[in-house]
């Protein structure tokens, strides 16, 4: 027989999403494409560690390495995916727009033509 569970809801409020913000899916894409773009090496300590919960050295003897080369791989990992996340938040113009500022080469080219 299971024993019933409490949470305090008060307590982790801030860290639960709700299913019905918008953003967070687009936010799971983003992490997922980002995760995507790691070095392998990088991504497996990041979800063993990371996403797992799993201890440093129990990840160093599942992957075969010391647990300094984890520390030193998850470091540069979070780190990867920290740029990558942030570039992915930067708005970025549409392909083809064309400034607010730019003058039409054409434009440029009549006008000069006229003052002459």
């Not at 019905?20 to 790691?38: K, N, S």
């Not at 919960?53 to 470091?75: C, F, H, K, W």
């Not at 740029?83 to 039409?104: D, F, K, W």
């Amino acid at each position: 027989m299971r024993e019933a569970a409490t949470i305090d809801i008060e307590h982790v409020s801030s860290t639960l999403a709700a299913a019905t913000d918008p953003t967070v899916g687009r936010q799971l894409l983003e992490l997922d494409r980002a995760l995507a773009r790691l070095p392998d090496e990088q991504r497996e300590v990041i979800l063993l560690v990371g996403l797992e919960g799993m201890a440093y050295e129990n990840a160093a003897q599942i992957l075969g390495v010391p647990i300094g080369t984890i520390r030193s791989r998850l470091s540069r990992g979070r780190e990867t995916l920290r740029q990558l996340m942030e570039r992915q938040e930067e708005p970025t113009p549409a392909s083809g727009a064309t400034p607010i500022n730019a003058v039409p080469t054409q434009a440029r080219g009549a006008s000069r033509r006229e003052a002459a």
